[in-house]
């Protein structure tokens, strides 16, 4: 884009460049404008990202070995240890103090714990150990073994795990000899690549699979309990976390797999010596669903379980100050990291911010106190090297603190002192989280601005310019290849120098948007017009905006943004009550009827998708959750509504077809046989995985049970990607041709098309019904029932939207007529006439994508998400398949109403001659007005998200709802770019090829 001095492009290039876009067509220049939207948005975003969601910053320094001229600090109490995971065992599985009323299905079924620390409490403790979120499973083994604490994009890596570069208990046994051998889930082979004398890893991520690692941990497990030879034996289970996953902790299922873990635990703790030590763990617990990866109490609340045959490790009665009162006392899950580590005589990991349980060491004074200020010393390494002043500052006040009191003669015993100022430190550190770049932060709010800007100044300049909108788009374009890049140039070495760092791959992406994005902002002052003609509206036309600012203002309240959900309806509610006021200004009865009826059915089906819910913590008490059953499994009652979905869905589009005579040609067959059997074949599949964990199922019909659900899958899905698309692109138009003889029979007379009216919109809207069976394949059956009702709520709003089109061009042909002195031709609409679309049109769709969103069990937080979509045709985890259908899961309702968006501009649209009805205009026009919406609320929670950075919700609130909301608007991007470059333009080229071989 510029050349090697950072001038502008060269006359030459610039000549070749504008030639190049003059002789695209419009259907390429309106693609075109929609990937480099995408590319700002994506650029902007990935500049705010980089500088608010950094990682921690990771310190490869490694504490020293033990040798005899570094002496350890106390002495080890055990030469081995074999450590058991658990995956997802909440700490309530083994507590001996269960809620009032216990679950018969995970409560008093492991209780070998809490019977051993009740028969041998000095050799026997359980604690509720707390994860730090995010709670999925490579986070918590990082915290487990090096002792820090995670971050919130941390979460995103769960499916990548690359290898740990930073000290931890299992390089430090390494180094220090030790043989270490593990068991189970793979991920810790990700993260220790070379690090086991004996490795046996198992696939984690098939949640299908209740038993195949379980049984393969414990299948290689006794062996080596047995024959020794090793130093440290690491299992970790998978079972227990799967169950949660497949059917929630209350089910049999889940009573099954706890017995068979206690079973295994007693006989690990009858085969162990005295010398051994014996630790069982959670990593995380999970949620009435059985889900985690959010910071809700159970979803943070982890076993911990600590065992010695013969040495006591439990000394709290030698303290009163850290006797247990009541319950289980809470322990930081990371202060197992120092406390295994001096019981086994290892240097704490580098990098650790966990605090010795101070029960294992309290008998000797001395070791309690040589203990804890071994971890202050650590901890005062690591926050040097880490080089914050607001900790360093933290614990200088500490070590003050007790300096003063010490010289005052309040007895203060050091270890307690240092226990308390390591707790200071380690919650300091939670707070800072993370360093915030506040260079890159600000760079992608302008940017994320720019883009919104842009896309404003494109919608007018597009609306604004007719018939020939092409012009102002190819100066825009024209604009920023010869402007733009000096423009970029100029904000890249601006960008350089405010952040003080060498110009790099992002900065050189972040300089070409900004400089691209400024070009097309300049371009109106080229095209006389642009601005002009968007001065003046009427209400019907500000509505819309009115409606993004408010949603927009709202991401500045965390109370808003945790009530979205609510908010969405009653936005969208609002607007429906709007046209049904409208109604009365209508100048005929059919049309006020028709406005009404329209108005009102939006509203009604609305209110209805908003009843599904899936309730934030925060939301409580006063949400109640109708997405899930009361114990968090799938709400499999609504089965009775799957009839609705494949029965009388297909019946309703043939209806509303058959209103403008559409129901024609390739219409019946797709609809009412290939649509209507591939909805049917995505129902099936989650009977059948209903039927696969039923409690009456004969254990051997299982296995067929999932193959037919499997095969059930994958014929939905060749259909959509193959059988849909075949038939839709190679059939023609929506349309039926009667030809009427003359009285004698010989010659045709008359020639009459039927459907001609809606040949646009009935022909792209078949291509809808694609992505509706992709999305509905990969939801749940309330889900599917919402799909459903969004795709009727889409329909009441293109008629109602096309009713009041009707009625704007009646009152105008009224209006001319009684001008002219006309009498009899009032309300006769002119042949040609038409209504741009506005922006208001696109709102209710974009709102719309909101509320599918919600209403088909999402939230802005990781533990709503529907893990089990990714074995959707799929036995085991197959990438990239398996990531892409959670995806569309999670984000494909919201991309099936941007599939929508042509429809506004084609439903009810005749083709004419010489495209007299700019239908790819009003298309790229509504385009441009989606993205805007979407663009704009992007742009707001990252505004909120980084004012309030330091707010007390920004992890939990602020930070998920700008990813969500990063997320939707490249989805919304790439749906709208498959709506107009592959949906609109086979369309069209149906609709073109039609003209050439019938005369009308």
């Not at 409490?121 to 499973?137: A, K, L």
Request: glycine fraction near 8%; proline fraction near 6%.
């Amino acid at each position: 884009m510029a050349d090697p001095k950072g001038g502008a492009l060269p006359a030459a290039a610039r000549r070749a460049a504008s030639a190049w876009i003059a002789g695209l067509s419009r259907t390429t220049l309106a693609v075109l404008l929609l990937i480099i939207l995408m590319f700002i948005h994506l650029v902007g975003l990935a500049t705010f990202t980089h500088g608010f969601l950094l990682t921690r910053l990771t310190i490869p320094e490694v504490s020293p070995i033990y040798n005899s001229s570094h002496p350890a600090p106390v002495p080890a109490t055990h030469s081995k240890a074999v450590v058991i995971i658990i995956d997802a065992l909440r700490t309530d599985f083994i507590t001996p103090f269960p809620p009032d009323p216990p679950s018969p299905f995970h409560h008093g079924i492991l209780s070998l714990p809490a019977e051993m620390t009740a028969a041998h409490p000095e050799r026997s403790m359980i604690f509720d150990s707390f994860s730090d979120p995010p709670t999925t499973t490579m986070q918590r083994i990082k915290g487990i073994t090096t002792g820090s604490l995670p971050t919130f994009i941390d979460a995103g890596a769960n499916f990548a795990s690359t290898a740990i570069e930073e000290d931890s208990l299992i390089s430090q046994a390494v180094a220090a000899n030790k043989s270490v051998v593990f068991m189970g889930d793979d991920t810790w082979l990700n993260l220790f690549p070379d690090s086991f004398s004996a490795a046996y890893p198992y696939d984690s991520f098939n949640v299908e699979d209740l038993h195949t690692v379980d049984n393969g941990v414990i299948e290689h497990l006794f062996p080596h309990l047995e024959k020794g030879g090793w130093d440290v034996l690491i299992g970790h289970f998978l079972g227990v976390d799967h169950v949660g996953h497949r059917v929630g902790p209350d089910r049999d299922t889940m009573r099954d797999k706890l017995a068979q873990m206690d079973a295994v635990l007693r006989r690990v703790v009858a085969e162990l010596d005295d010398d051994t030590l014996l630790v069982v763990l959670g990593d995380h617990g999970m949620n009435p669903k059985g889900d985690h990866g959010g910071d809700s109490p159970l979803e943070t609340s982890a076993g911990l379980w600590l065992y010695s045959k013969s040495t006591p490790i439990n000394h709290a009665s030698h303290s009163d100050s850290y006797a247990e009162e009541e319950g289980l006392r809470q322990i930081n899950q990371i202060d197992l990291v120092p406390t295994l580590a001096l019981m086994l005589g290892l240097p704490i990991p580098f990098n650790n911010l966990g605090n010795i349980i101070p029960e294992v060491f309290v008998d000797e004074p001395e070791n309690f106190a040589a203990a804890a200020r071994a971890v202050t010393k650590q901890i005062e390494r690591y926050i040097h090297a880490y080089g914050n002043a607001a900790v360093l500052s933290t614990f200088a006040e500490c070590r003050r603190e007790y300096a003063e009191a010490h010289a005052s003669g309040v007895p203060v015993l050091a270890a307690d002192a240092d226990m308390n100022t390591n707790t200071r430190v380690l919650e300091a550190l939670r707070e800072l989280w993370a360093q915030f770049s506040v260079a890159h932060i600000v760079m992608g709010v302008i940017l994320l601005a720019l883009g919104v800007a842009a896309t404003i100044a494109l919608y007018l300049g597009v609306r604004n310019g007719g018939p020939k909108w092409d012009q102002y788009v190819r100066m825009a374009l024209d604009t920023a290849v010869s402007a733009g890049a000096g423009v970029g140039s100029v904000a890249g070495t601006v960008a350089g120098i405010y952040t003080r760092e060498p110009i790099q791959g992002l900065q050189v992406f972040f300089s070409v948007a900004v400089g691209t994005a400024s070009a097309v902002l300049a371009a109106p002052l080229f095209v006389r017009g642009t601005w002009s003609a968007s001065i003046t509206g009427t209400l019907q036309q500000a509505i819309g905006p009115i409606i993004l600012l408010l949603h927009a203002l709202s991401f500045a309240s965390n109370s808003f943004v945790m009530w979205e959900d609510r908010m969405v309806v009653f936005l969208l509610v609002s607007l429906a009550l709007f046209h049904v006021l409208r109604a009365l200004t209508a100048p005929q009865a059919s049309l006020r009827l028709r406005i009404l009826g329209f108005g009102i059915l939006f509203a009604f089906l609305v209110r209805t998708l908003g009843l599904s819910t899936v309730c934030r913590e925060e939301q409580q008490p006063y949400c109640s959750v109708t997405f899930y059953e009361a114990n968090g499994s799938p709400k499999w009652s609504v089965y009775g509504l799957i009839p609705f979905v494949f029965m009388l869905l297909p019946r309703v589009v043939a209806i509303v077809l058959g209103w403008s005579k559409s129901y024609a040609g390739p219409a019946p067959v797709f609809v009412a046989v290939i649509w209507r059997a591939v909805v049917l074949l995505g129902g099936l599949y989650w009977c059948l995985e209903w039927m696969e964990t039923w409690d009456g199922l004969q254990a051997e019909r299982v296995p067929l049970v999932k193959s037919v659900k499997l095969w059930l899958a994958r014929f939905a899905m060749s259909a959509v990607f193959g059988l849909m698309p075949y038939i839709w692109a190679s059939s023609g138009l929506c349309l039926d041709i009667e030809r009427e003889k003359d009285q004698t029979g010989e010659r045709e007379d008359e020639v009459t098309v039927l459907g001609y009216g809606n040949a646009f919109g009935s022909t792209y809207f078949l291509f809808v019904l694609m992505g509706f069976a992709l999305v509905q394949l990969v939801s749940t059956p309330l889900a599917q029932f919402v799909l459903g009702g969004a795709i009727i709520a889409v329909i009441a709003h293109l008629e109602l939207t096309d009713s009041q089109r009707d009625a704007v061009l009646l009152h105008s042909s009224f209006v001319q007529d009684t001008a002219a002195g006309a009498g009899a031709g009032a309300f006769d609409a002119p042949r040609d006439a038409m209504v741009r679309p506005s922006f208001t049109d696109a709102v209710p769709l974009a709102l719309l994508g909101i509320l599918a969103f919600f209403s088909t069990g999402h939230q802005a937080v990781l533990a709503t998400i529907q893990w089990k979509s990714a074995f959707v045709g799929f036995e085991t985890v197959t990438y990239p398949w398996s990531p892409l259908l959670v995806v569309l899961n999670t984000w494909g309702p919201t991309a099936l109403m941007a599939l929508c968006v042509p429809l506004l501009a084609t439903w009810n649209v005749s083709p004419r001659p010489n495209a007299s009805v700019p239908v790819l205009a009003h298309t790229l026009q509504m385009a441009l007005a989606f993205s805007t919406y979407f663009a704009t609320i992007t742009l707001a929670s990252a505004t909120t998200a980084a004012w309030l950075r330091r707010h007390l919700m920004v992890w939990k609130v602020f930070a998920p709802r700008f990813m969500l909301a990063g997320v939707t608007l490249v989805v919304v991007d790439l749906a709208l770019l498959v709506a107009v470059g592959f949906g609109l333009r086979i369309t069209s080229w149906k609709v073109w090829r039609t003209f050439k071989s019938v005369s009308v």
